[in-house]
């Protein structure tokens, strides 16, 4: 019998031992007086000036052509909720990690002490002339939405939020593959997203952008939809876009007759019957993690055709790092001053793209987080998309 392994003890004495998962190296020989009269004074003083003369050749003579940051609050990390940035620190240093490891960027974490959205965007503002791009993280539901927003309008450089984008971006990704598979359209489809935060509405924006017409967004008391009372900002305006047919009630009521469930919600929300009572040839996402929504053998056996979850002990993980290495490579390489749909669906397209006809299965819709093809296919297509959408600067 395998032994299951503690991961929890396991990463403990790892962290302890590491005492911090990133390090600072430098790029610059300086073993005598000539190499460091060249990487500092009086050396350094001409590309200073050529900076202030244009603040553009920042990006040439610095590292912030390949330099991001991952900004948090704490508010929302990963399962464990409003922790503090202190605490939500370790989580940050290993998105750092990825983005180094899986896209070759690097990337500083920056946990902010304070939950009031003005003071968050007047310190990531202030701070972009140091980077090439901002990836917001685990940031709660509504501000970050507000928090993006407005960093989009005081910012030149790319902001994303990865909670958001980058769960949609792979959620679509699977999506086109697993509908190849059923031979279904998204045009003709009927979807139900159960969890309407940042990653639910994020992906139903998405896959709207890429064709999807039906479908209906469910939160704690059920159907969102126009007219509703207890709706905030963000699913007032969800409700002007979606559940066009008004359809009430909980989710085991609308997701009757539908070909596709999405979770980003609660553990075991969803039944064996609830499936049953899909569309033949259902297609199942429950992504919460680290239950979701129905285990897959469950699903299965209800008679699901194709079932993706966020974990990595399943088929099909859809995991946000297929996407956002290779999409901040690509945004960097061309300096792009945001990261629009436009790039965004082209890499869902390019993720989806790794996994051929010929490999298609129920068991295999989407590329693993290993598959080396991933970074260079991601940031090819989302580099072109910037250039052909105008966000491009060289």
Known sequence: MEKKIDYASESLKLHYQLRGKLDVVSRAPVTNEHELSLAYTPGVAQPCLEIQKDIDKSFELTGRWNTIAVVTDGTAVLGLGDIGPEAGMPVMEGKCVLFKEFGGVNAIPLCIRSKDVDTIVNIVTLLQGSFGGINL???SAPRCFEIERRLKETCEIPIFHDDQHGTAIVA???MINALK??????ENVKAVVSGSGAAGIAV???LQSVGLRSVILCDRQGAIYKGRDNLNTEKEMMAEITNLDLEKGSIKDVLRGADVFIGVSAP?????DMVKSMAKDAILFPMANPTPEIMPDVALSAGAKVVGTGRSDFANQINNVLAFPGIFRGALDVRASDINDEMKIAAAYAIASLVSDDE???EYIIPKAFDKRLKDTDAKAVAETARNSGVARI
């Open 172 to 174: 679509v990704a699977a």
């Open 204 to 206: 139903t924006r998405l």
């Open 181 to 186: 598979l059923t031979n279904k359209k998204i």
């Open 137 to 139: 993280e685990d940031i």
């Open 360 to 362: 298609l299965r129920p």
């Open 268 to 272: 075991n929300c969803i039944t064996a």
